[in-house]
């Protein structure tokens, strides 16, 4: 089982920069794939990015291909989202979610959103 959990989140205005952070904890951390969603009230959720168990293949929407960065620590047990020039409509609650294993990171990158575990959620508030 593995565990996550988000930090980082605050409120800035348009423009600037916030570095969520999701520390993933259990068996097997070096398996896990990551995906990073967000969710604004009355709008569906939304991928913001995906990396990979070997942090060697990423993806990005085109809404934030450019601004966003998900990178994993050396150890990989922390994930991060670094995003920049932030615009009110990245407003929203972000999560982190975790797959282990190959079956279900290669769902993942075949297009499934049925990660195993999510985190909590961190706002983010970017004001005009």
């Known amino acids: 089982q593995v565990q996550v959990e988000e930090s980082g989140g605050g409120s800035v205005q348009t423009g600037g920069s916030l570095k969520l952070s999701c520390a993933a904890s259990?068996?097997?951390?070096?398996?896990?794939?990551m995906g990073w969603f967000r969710q604004a009230p009355g709008k569906a959720r939304e991928e913001v990015a995906r990396?990979?168990?070997?942090?060697?293949?990423?993806y990005y929407p085109d809404s934030v291909k450019g601004r966003f960065t998900v990178s994993r620590d050396i150890n990989r047990a922390t994930f991060y989202l670094q995003m920049e020039d932030l615009k009110p409509e990245d407003t929203g609650t972000y999560y982190c979610?975790?797959?282990?294993?190959?079956?279900?990171?290669?769902?993942?990158?075949?297009?499934?959103?049925?990660?195993?575990?999510w985190g909590q959620g961190t706002q983010v508030t970017v004001s005009a």
């Open positions: 979610a975790a797959a282990r294993g190959s079956i279900s990171c290669g769902n993942i990158w075949a297009g499934s959103s049925d990660y195993d575990t």
């Open positions: 259990g068996d097997s951390i070096k398996y896990v794939c």
């Open positions: 990396i990979s168990s070997g942090g060697a293949r990423t």
